[in-house]
Structures are given as structure tokens and as C-alpha cells.
């Protein structure tokens, strides 16, 4: 990936994300926040507007649904908590000493960008109150390769989205404001799609 492909992206995160907002410049005596206030966050909100009316995105969530029909799978956005849509399939194995081992697959697709994201979380639960934490994986796990190719293909047939460069995960966005980033450095895999791509019911 060059030069010319980073610049790119980080243009477009620029776009909608205002630079010189610090945390410590919100105001909550104010009906907006300072960086609320900049055309930049407009943008973001408009992205978003966008996102919630996308008919393609329908069109997906069925033909997702047809592609796993022994499988839960669905939409499982939450809006504005991040910059991307997100959908997810379930894959169940019952454990000899109680309990179940869950595998998701899910994708992440921009609403800034036309980029998406197919990535893999494991988890163990045993009730609603007992489970460890996630783990996640960017590479295709080998139980459920076929299954993530299967979602990839989906997304670009669908959407006509291109895989979000994972070389660039991590170039960093210094000084810009992401409202859903709280003290932590933005990157571009973050303000272009989420930072905590793991958090998935």
C-alpha cells in the first residue's frame, strides 16, 4: 500500500472529523459542544442520515439471511456509536462441560468511505452472567474461512465496497476530533469504522 492510498484515506477522515477539539474544549453548559458545531461533524451526522435510509443495506441484511439460513444472523448497528454499519453471523458449539462456544462472523461497512471490514470474535459463554471476553481475529479463522469469504463476497457484490486496507490500521490521525473516542489516539481504522469492533451481542 503507498503513500498516495494513506493520504487518501486520511483525507477522508479529515473531512468529517473537525481537527483541534480536545476533550477538554466540551462544554456542557452549551447546547452543542464546540466541535458540534463545525462542518465537519455536519458531515458525519449527514453520513449517518444516509446510513439509517440505505436501501442497499436492507437489500444486504436479506441476502445475508438467505446465504446462512441455519444460522442466526442480522443487523447488529449501533448508530452513531461509530462510523459503520455492522451485520453478523452466529455460529453455536455446545461444550461437553456446559456452556457454548460462539464464533461470529461479522462485517463492518463504512459510512464515510466505501470500505468494509470482514473480522472473526470467539467467545465462551456459559449464562448471562458468566462469559470471558471476546477475542478478536482480522484474519479468517480456519473453522469459519469459507463462511467470512462467503460475507466478503456479499458486501461487494451487494454494496460495492472495497476491504478496508488492514496495512493502514493503525497510521495515526493526530489531532482530530472523533466523538465516539474518548482519550485515546484516533487511527484510521478507528474513525473509519469503530474502535471497539469486538463489543458484538
Request: proline share 9%.
Amino acid at each position: 500500500m503507498n503513500d498516495f492510498t494513506s493520504r487518501k484515506y486520511i483525507r477522508i477522515a479529515h473531512t468529517y472529523f473537525p481537527v483541534g477539539f480536545p476533550v477538554e474544549t466540551d462544554d456542557p453548559s452549551q447546547p452543542l459542544h464546540p466541535y458540534q458545531g463545525t462542518p465537519e461533524f455536519q458531515r458525519w451526522t449527514e453520513a449517518w442520515d444516509k446510513a439509517l435510509a440505505w436501501k442497499k443495506w436492507d437489500a444486504l441484511l436479506e441476502e445475508l439471511q438467505g446465504a446462512f439460513p441455519h444460522h442466526k444472523a442480522g443487523d447488529v448497528t449501533q448508530p452513531r456509536m461509530a462510523s459503520c454499519l455492522r451485520c453478523c453471523v452466529y455460529f453455536e458449539k455446545p461444550l461437553p462441560e456446559g456452556g457454548r462456544f460462539i464464533t461470529r462472523v461479522a462485517g463492518a461497512v463504512s459510512v464515510l468511505t466505501p470500505l468494509y471490514l470482514v473480522y472473526a470474535t470467539t467467545q465462551t459463554l456459559w449464562d448471562r452472567r458468566r462469559a470471558t471476553l471476546p477475542q478478536l481475529f482480522f484474519e479468517p479463522l480456519s473453522e469459519v474461512r469459507q463462511q467470512s469469504a462467503t460475507l466478503a463476497g456479499l458486501l461487494e457484490r451487494v454494496l460495492g465496497y472495497e476491504p478496508f486496507p488492514l496495512q493502514l490500521a493503525e497510521v495515526p490521525l493526530p489531532e482530530i476530533r472523533v466523538t465516539y473516542l474518548h482519550r485515546t489516539q484516533p487511527t484510521l481504522l478507528t474513525a473509519l469504522l469503530s474502535d471497539h469492533l469486538e463489543n458484538l451481542p
